[in-house]
């Protein structure tokens, strides 16, 4: 933890910056804010930040700007507020003029998050919870060949051949994937990853096909999806002839490859962000994700993503794609004849 007075400063920068889009000098807190301290007591205070890697200079002789641990910091000491009542309001009302359809819900509630948080916002269809292994069948078609057949909940079945480097018999295969079946029933393909065995090279290899073929039909719901905002990601200064960023417009505008630079949403927290480097795809390490769930987790669920750069007014961003979240929430609990409780108004407490 900082101490309380570097703590302030390093927030100031990282509002300044969000604001500003331009490095900020000692001089500029102390005009700015009010921290009650001189220039030079903030000089050493931006040198200790700089040290311990929370800011950086982009020139030797420029402000300083946010590192990825600083923005870090700053958003795990958010406190974060409602949207305004008259946004709340709003919101409910906008969803009421339109008719009773998912897709008219979710194209709404896409250009209302990207308007909102002035970033590029994606909501994925609302499709059945992470797959669960069921079953395995290993089946012997030829001696150096043999089909996987991978049973998923809901009576969802995978296939695929496989090439064996020696010829196995077809009691040798069901002993395998019986064994495989009770290690890996009820698992998701996370869940596998974390159990894998990995002791014998045959079982190694059929586990990481039955994970890739798990997640491919996980990603699936991101076939299926609403896009909006992409002119604000483009207006921002720090892409401005940007190599990376033609890269992550493609990514996003192919769909079905969104899934690979979501990470995934624990029930722990309502919204999650990513920032930066922390992102697992290189395309997307020059942005930061803020991604929330809605829907039921036991029926069906989608994903809200807010795509901007790092530089992000977060406490905005968070809000709204909260907030959304629960409506949309609401929403699916309806079509389902489930009763689910939102507040409308979250500023009632």
């Not at 050493?44 to 200079?57: D, F, S």
């Not at 998923?152 to 480097?165: N, V």
């Not at 029933?185 to 065995?197: D, F, M, P, R, Y």
């Not at 992000?312 to 004849?337: D, F, K």
């Amino acid at each position: 933890m900082l101490a309380p007075r570097t703590e302030l400063i390093l927030k100031s920068i990282v509002n300044w910056y969000i604001e500003r889009a331009v490095p900020v000098s000692s001089q500029n807190l102390v005009h700015d804010y009010d921290l009650n301290v001189s220039s030079a007591t903030v000089r050493n205070e931006m040198a200790l930040l700089e040290q311990e890697g929370y800011i950086y200079r982009p020139h030797t002789s420029a402000g300083s700007i946010p590192s990825d641990k600083g923005y870090r910091y700053y958003v795990a000491s958010l406190e974060v507020t409602p949207l305004p009542i008259s946004e709340q309001r709003m919101i409910n009302h906008l969803f009421h003029q339109v008719e009773n359809r998912m897709e008219e819900w979710l194209s709404l509630a896409a250009a209302i998050v990207a308007r909102l948080s002035k970033n590029t916002a994606v909501i994925t269809v609302p499709k059945p919870a992470d797959c669960q292994f069921r079953h395995l069948e290993l089946i012997s078609l030829q001696d150096y060949l043999g089909l996987l057949v991978l049973v998923l909940r809901g009576a969802r079945i995978k296939q695929q051949l496989l090439t064996f480097e020696g010829p196995l018999t077809q009691d040798s295969l069901t002993a395998v994937a019986n064994k495989l079946s009770q290690t890996y029933a009820g698992l998701t393909a996370s869940q596998i990853e974390q159990k894998a065995l990995k002791s014998d090279p045959f079982e190694a290899s059929l586990t990481d096909s039955i994970i890739k073929l798990m997640q491919e039909e996980d990603q699936q719901g991101y076939n299926q999806s609403y896009l909006e905002g992409l002119h604000f990601l483009l207006n921002q200064p720090e892409f401005a002839h940007n190599q990376r960023l033609l890269s992550m417009l493609e990514l996003l505008e192919h769909r079905a490859m969104l899934g690979s630079i979501l990470p995934s949403v624990g029930d722990e927290e309502e919204v999650k962000v990513v920032i930066g480097k922390e992102n697992k795809a290189e395309v997307a390490q020059n942005c930061s994700l803020v991604i929330g769930q809605y829907g039921l987790p036991d029926e069906a669920s989608g994903t809200i993503v807010v795509v901007g750069p790092t530089r992000m007014a977060y406490s905005r961003v968070i809000s709204t794609v909260s907030y959304l979240s629960s409506v949309l929430s609401r929403l699916v609990g309806e079509l389902y004849g489930v009763n689910t409780f939102v507040r409308h108004d979250q500023g009632n407490n």
